[in-house]
C-alpha cells in the first residue's frame, strides 16, 4: 500500500523560498501521478501542482504558477515542490497525493478516499 510522507515545511518570510518533500514507502512512486495540495486555515483544501509518473508533463494552480516548481525523482521515490517568492497567502499545511494522470490537463484533484498523511506546515510571516 503506497504510504507518503511530507517534509520540509517551515517559517518563512515573505519573497522566501522552500522545499518540500514527500517521500514514498510501501510500493515504487514511478507509476503514479502525484499531486501537492495544501489547506489553509478555515478554507478548503486546494490543488496546488501535480507531475505525471515519467516526470514530464506537470500542472499548476495559477495563483502559483511561475513561483512553484514540482518535480520527481523515482529512484529516491520522491517529489519535490520548490517553492519560491513565498507569499502570506501560501500559508497552509501542505500534503502530497497519488491524483489521476489526467491532471495534467483535469485540474489537480486528489482519488477517491484518498488517505491524508499529516502533511507540512508552511507559515509564510513576517
Known amino acids: 500500500q503506497l504510504q507518503l510522507v511530507e517534509s520540509g515545511g517551515g517559517l518563512v518570510q515573505p519573497g522566501g523560498s522552500l522545499t518540500l518533500s514527500c517521500v514514498a514507502s510501501?510500493?515504487?512512486?514511478?507509476?503514479?501521478?502525484i499531486g501537492w495540495f495544501r489547506q489553509a486555515p478555515g478554507k478548503e483544501r486546494e490543488g496546488v501542482s501535480c507531475?505525471?509518473?515519467?516526470?514530464?508533463?506537470?500542472n499548476y494552480a495559477d495563483s502559483v504558477k511561475g513561483r512553484f516548481a514540482i518535480s520527481r525523482d523515482n529512484a529516491k521515490n520522491t517529489v519535490y515542490l520548490q517553492m519560491n517568492s513565498l507569499k502570506p497567502e501560501d500559508t497552509g499545511v501542505y500534503y502530497c497525493?497519488?491524483?489521476?494522470?489526467?491532471?495534467?490537463?483535469?485540474?489537480?484533484?486528489?482519488?477517491?478516499?484518498?488517505?491524508w498523511g499529516q502533511g507540512t506546515q508552511v507559515t509564510v510571516s513576517t
Open positions: 510501501g510500493v515504487s512512486l514511478d507509476v503514479y501521478a
Open positions: 497525493a497519488p491524483v489521476s494522470h489526467s491532471c495534467t490537463y483535469e485540474g489537480i484533484r486528489p482519488l477517491p478516499h484518498t488517505s
Open positions: 507531475i505525471r509518473a515519467a516526470g514530464i508533463y506537470t
